[in-house]
């Protein structure tokens, strides 16, 4: 069995920094990948966007609204993941939720952590 656990996130100023981390932990036999999607106010839980994500070989990806700001990194011995996000916006005011590519068909997910930005 495996289980993906995020902790981080909360309620900071506009132009702060939050640190979010996710550990998959259990049977895992590969580890593809991690990153994280969000959940802007409003949305539906269906409507997530991908915010930046890493391959076990440390190729990474990034949304576009969150270049220069966010950067992704990973502790492969640990299987955890992290999010260091820089320069916050308003609009970065979301359910960040982190995901876990370890071959099985379908991803596990972590439980969600808000992010709020106030300004």
């Known amino acids: 069995q495996v289980q993906v656990v995020q902790s981080g996130g909360g309620l900071v100023q506009a132009g702060g920094s939050l640190r979010l981390s996710c550990a998959a932990s259990?049977?895992?036999?590969?580890?593809?990948?991690m990153g994280w999607y969000r959940r802007a106010p409003g949305n539906q839980r269906w409507q997530r966007e991908l915010?930046?994500?890493?391959?076990?070989?440390?190729?990474?990806n990034y949304t576009d609204s969150v270049k220069g700001r966010f950067t992704i990194f990973r502790d492969n011995a640990k299987n955890t993941v992290y999010l260091q996000m820089n320069s916050l916006k308003l609009e970065d005011t979301a359910v960040y939720y982190c995901y876990a590519d370890l071959g099985a068909p379908s991803w596990y997910w972590g439980q969600g952590t808000q992010v709020t930005v106030s300004s």
């Open positions: 915010v930046a994500g890493i391959t076990s070989g440390g190729i990474t």
């Open positions: 259990g049977n895992i036999l590969v580890n593809n990948a």
